[in-house]
């Protein structure tokens, strides 16, 4: 009887065992959709930490988040106190660890209320990210195998979580990045390209790298070779300090920025070799520097300092922000007067047509290309069916004479957004402008199957923009001159 009796409750103890395993499955089941169902970086790494709280039973949690270099950047944490977050940073973690009580640790602090304590790495495609912490300051608390098994399977799919937030915001942040370079070149268009540019782009890098200050440096003495430039100035600031910062003078020996703007190669700093006042005394601090180089001219240099606690920049984040500086320098570069010899033959020619016509031979020599089509849609006095009118440089051809596929293309261009740049065809690329009686598209069709690079599409769309000004500065020349020749009849 005593024997049955010992059985049942060893079944029973099976059958519990039994059943909170299943309960734990599920529940990290549940806690994995949750971490992996959010795809911003922040709240990921919140529901990491409070995940691991509910598989362990812990009171605390926290997720210390490393550099590359092994420092510790920040910590998410769940009820854990800032002093105690740091104590259990200065553990040595390995693959992980688990205590029973932190003060029979040889470096654990015996003045600490926390006693069980569970630690676990996570790995983010072969680089330490960071380590999970589950702590405890109840005496009867001790965390268990299963514990610890839940926790690192939590870990595992962290990582990948992790992961796919990171690609997302990378992808997110490009997007920001090329619209701030969209704007800065419609601003070019029709501004001061001396003062109001400048600062349009130290605000754009400003905001969208979640930086501390800015500062744009341009050249001492601008028409100079840069190997013979012998300072910078600070031209433009944004952020702290930014009154403070304008017109301090940077030589270029002997300088992180001057070093840039002669090697021509963006970096990642965290000091620089010469001081600047109100902007590398403020601190160490992680900082992009990219040069402004256009036709193999320097134009200008890039700071860019995040705040000391922030994360700092990484490869990826440079890359980035060197596209933005590429992009802006060859903006610059044409609004200064670089432009090419496009508004002369567009100040020279006496109708549209006659503008039209040397604006596409203009750019089919400017890219060298096999075709550029200018395509007339008249809009404002026939209706949208008529057949639009088109210039043709290099292979001649007639609106019936293109592939169907192309026509709707370039229909598909008139119906979008105005200097808008279209590159969906290898070696191809359209925009559409306003033209005086409609909308223009320019076609554009390279002679090798190459992709448009960044240098491309901001010269093509710098230049689509002052064609679109050339176009109804002569429209309205040919109105003034045919009102004239009428009160002269």
Not at 39 to 45: G, I, N
Not at 246 to 265: F, N, Y
Request: hydrophobic share 45%; charged share 25%.
């Amino acid at each position: 009887m005593r024997h049955r009796r010992e059985l049942v409750s060893r079944a029973d103890d099976d059958l519990d065992q039994l059943v909170a395993a299943r309960d734990q499955l599920e529940e990290l089941v549940r806690v994995i959709v949750a971490i992996g169902s959010h795809l911003d970086v922040d709240v990921t790494l919140h529901r990491i930490v409070d995940g691991a709280k509910v598989l362990s039973g812990a009171r605390y949690a926290a997720l210390g988040v490393r550099a590359p270099d092994g420092s510790l950047v920040s910590f998410v944490q769940a009820g854990l106190a800032d002093e105690a977050a740091r104590m259990l940073s200065e553990l040595p973690v390995g693959d992980g660890f688990r205590l029973d009580d932190l003060a029979a640790h040889p470096r654990g602090t015996r003045g600490s209320s926390i006693r069980a304590v569970l630690a676990v790495p996570i790995t983010v495609r072969d680089v330490d990210f960071g380590t999970l912490y589950l702590a405890d300051d109840r005496r009867d608390v001790v965390f268990s195998d299963v514990h610890e098994r839940a926790v690192r399977a939590l870990a595992t799919a962290a990582a990948a979580a992790i992961d796919n937030a990171r690609l997302y915001e990378r992808e997110r942040e490009s997007a920001k990045w090329m619209k701030a370079s969209r704007e800065i070149t419609t601003a070019l268009l029709s501004g001061d390209p001396q003062t109001g540019p400048l600062q349009l782009i130290v605000d754009r890098a400003l905001e969208l790298a979640d930086a501390e200050q800015a500062i744009l440096l341009v050249p001492r003495e601008p028409d100079l070779p840069v190997e013979e430039l012998d300072a910078l100035v600070v031209a433009a600031t944004a952020g702290r300090y930014a009154s403070e910062v304008i017109g301090r003078q940077v030589p270029m020996d002997g300088s992180t920025t001057g070093g840039v703007a002669r090697r021509g190669l963006p970096l990642i700093t965290d000091s620089f070799q010469y001081p600047i006042e109100g902007f590398t005394d403020v601190g160490e601090r992680s900082a992009i520097v990219m040069p402004l180089i256009a036709d193999d001219a320097v134009l200008g240099v890039i700071a860019v300092a995040r705040r000391p606690q922030q994360l700092p920049f990484d490869a990826n984040y440079l890359e980035l922000v060197s596209d933005f500086a590429r992009h802006a320098a060859i903006a610059l570069a044409l609004a200064a007067g670089r432009e090419h010899a496009l508004n002369q033959e567009l100040a020279q020619a006496n109708s549209v047509g006659d503008a039209l016509h040397a604006a596409a031979e203009e750019l089919h020599r400017l890219w060298r290309a096999r075709r550029v089509l200018a395509v007339t849609f008249r809009t404002h006095s026939v209706p949208m069916e008529t057949t639009p009118d088109i210039v043709s440089v290099g292979d001649q051809v007639q609106w019936a004479d293109l592939p169907a596929e192309t026509r709707e293309a370039l229909t598909s261009v008139r119906d979008g957004d105005l200097l808008t740049l279209h590159t969906t065809q290898p070696g191809t690329a359209a925009i559409a402008v306003q033209h005086p009686e409609g909308v223009l598209v320019v076609w554009i069709d390279l002679s090798e199957r190459r992709s448009f690079t960044l240098e491309d599409q901001t010269l093509l769309t710098v230049l689509a923009g002052r064609l679109s000004q050339g176009l109804q500065r002569v429209h309205r020349v040919d109105q003034q001159r045919e009102t004239a020749l009428a009160l002269q009849h």
